[in-house]
């Protein structure tokens, strides 16, 4: 099949700067026979460049109704939870949706506020600090009573406390670890 290619269509192809593979793919010949032509010829081999983080990330992603994003990318664990993989590191794609968003780096872990499950649009994420805020804010609006300084068991609240999305339901984060860890460990 490749030596049906005419050599001019390779080398035509081969200065227009495509990569062996592309020209191979392209006229559907062996990427050998591009690159013994391209060794003739004295050109280079062509560097791949790599997508920028951003460029890998909206790759990845799909435009949902309502200005929503749905993670196309990998998923790890039993929640399915989105990760993306970018030059030997792990990535959140909400974290990058955040800093997108935000142009900072974001503090804790970064959820959708938008009620998709997993969302990533950069408009729709938001970090701990950014939820603690706007649930607060909710909690006052709906004429909720102020917060705590720190709970029962005596943990900041400033540190450990959280709301709910509604911002109705306050509860310290720190305390309910606790009991996890504790269901875990005891006894069947």
Known sequence: MSRGVPRADIVALLGDGLSNSAIARQLGCDRHRVGGI???LELPNVVAQPLTLEQKWRSLTRP????????LGERV?????PVMRYKERSFSPAGIAFTLQHGRQPEGQVKAECGVRQCVAPAHVEDEPGRRRIREQLRRILGGPELKDHCGNGHDLFV???????GHHAYCEACKAERKRAEREAPV
Do not use: A, M, V
Not at 160 to 166: A, E, F, M, V, Y
């Open 38 to 40: 391209r060794g003739e």
């Open 64 to 71: 949902l109704e309502g200005g929503h994003l749905e993670w």
């Open 77 to 81: 664990g039993k929640s399915r939870t």
């Open 160 to 166: 450990h406390g959280r709301l709910s999305p509604d």
